[in-house]
């Protein structure tokens, strides 16, 4: 059986960003408990909760393949901010992020499965720092109207209207999106998977 990528998620940036670099891939979203662990520090939660979708996929699937998976949270000092379920929630998180840097920490997962049952796991961390200049109410009311910060990790994102709020970024802008190509493309080339098809 040919070997094959999977990609556990849902996310259309993350299919939009694996596009981009050419990689053929099918995809299969899975469906985890996001929820942090008491005390579990962000960078740890990230690659905890990819790991837990690549290995969900794996248990799902059970192929023959390599299976993709990623996590994304946005953190301002040491508190993760998920996705915001209504406007008081996103003007709370915008209001948290205005005229501060916050980081951007994308962990991505990468599982082997074998005709033999066995299986590798080779993982990544990225962590971009995202400066936002201040943000009146306004124009955080403004923002909620685009309907951009639903369903977005700290109720925004960068490659839509709040590319307005970004005064510096220093990492991976793609990191941010959802998927750091950089760090992506290596992990995938090193196991032989074809990048720029």
């Not at 499965?113 to 200049?133: E, M, W």
């Amino acid at each position: 059986m040919k070997e094959q990528l999977v990609l556990a998620s849902a996310s259309p940036r993350r299919k939009e960003l694996l596009d981009q670099i050419g990689v053929s891939y099918r995809i299969h979203a899975v469906t985890i408990d996001e929820t942090p662990i008491p005390s579990e520090l962000p960078q740890d939660y990230v690659q905890r909760v990819a790991a837990e979708k690549s290995a969900q996929c794996l248990v799902e699937l059970k192929p023959l393949s390599f299976i993709l998976a990623a996590d994304t949270s946005v953190v301002i000092d040491g508190q993760i901010l998920g996705k915001p379920i209504d406007r008081e929630q996103a003007e709370l998180m915008l209001t948290l992020l205005s005229g501060k840097t916050h980081q951007v920490m994308t962990a991505v997962s990468l599982r082997t499965a074998g005709i033999d049952g066995s299986h590798k796991h080779f993982q990544i961390l990225s962590v971009t720092n995202v400066c936002f200049r201040k943000i009146n109410r306004n124009e955080i009311a403004a923002y909620w109207r685009t309907g951009e910060p639903l369903g977005k990790a700290g109720a925004y994102a960068i490659q839509g209207v709040a590319s307005i709020f970004v005064q510096s970024i220093e990492g991976s802008y793609s990191g941010v999106m959802g998927l750091p190509l950089f760090e992506t493309a290596e992990l995938l080339s090193k196991q032989g998977i074809k990048i720029i098809r």
